[in-house]
């Protein structure tokens, strides 16, 4: 770890080398819905979600995308929501991998609301869904490579999107070195949990962002434990019933 955690590290995650995998990955994913659980992953998530729902005048019908979902775990905290609020939700999760299309499958089999499909960002089709999330999904880009994701995500939704991320601080990263040490021996688990705290964010970092043309109606709040919650509305976006 870095002293400060002051730069945003540059090392790829195990995760992001496509040529591994395995069961060693479908591992890591059931262990990280542990660390989920453990640090409240769900919540920034949902409350990006309700906060642009509102914006866009509370919709009886929704739909969303959720990139890099991994087993898409967190979208089950949406999912009861959406059935509180009676809003019929549809959820799509997508991935790269077929580990997690497996996976996601898998933890969704009963649950007619959620569809899973095995893709990369850049091969969706533009206004497809109205809202797209990434939960611990854009920290795997570059400060070069930032920038065209959240772009991207931005055209692939009608009514905006939301970012779910980390906090770059040394404080989490300690909680998170640690519970991976209790809870796995996955190695993708071991060295990519500290690893993906230190390529987290801080406000300035959102505050570049918020620089990048056509994202400059981005707003962060950071939320506990450790995370930021983002959205970008879409300019002139819209709800399709």
Sequence with gaps: MSK????????????????????????????????????????????GVKKLWREAGSPRTLSIV?????SGDVNKRLLRWALEEG???????????????????????????????QADLFELEANSADIVTGTQFVHHF??????????????????????????????????????????????????????SVAKGFRADDWEKLRRTPGLERLSYSWRPLFRYAVTIPKEDGGHND
């Excluded at 995650?13 to 990280?32: F, I, T, Y």
């Excluded at 959720?66 to 991994?70: E, H, L, P, T, V």
């Design 66 to 70: 959720d990139i890099g979902s991994g």
């Design 87 to 117: 809003v019929r939700l549809g959820v799509t999760l997508v991935d790269k991998t077929e580990e997690a299309a497996k996976e996601a499958s898998l933890y969704y089999w009963n649950e007619s609301r959620v569809q899973i499909r």
């Design 142 to 195: 570059s400060g070069e490579e930032l920038a065209g994701a959240v772009s991207r995500m931005l055209d692939i939704s009608r009514i905006g999107i939301v970012l779910n991320d980390i906090h770059r601080h040394w404080l989490p990263w300690t909680a998170v070195w640690l519970a991976t040490r209790v809870i796995s021996n996955n190695p993708y688990i071991r060295h990519d949990g500290p690893l």
């Design 4 to 47: 400060t955690l002051q730069a945003r590290e540059s090392r790829p995650e195990l995760m992001d080398d496509w040529s591994q995998g395995g069961p060693k990955l479908r591992e890591a994913l059931v262990h990280l819905r542990r660390l989920n659980r453990l640090f409240g992953a769900a919540a920034p998530t949902l409350y």
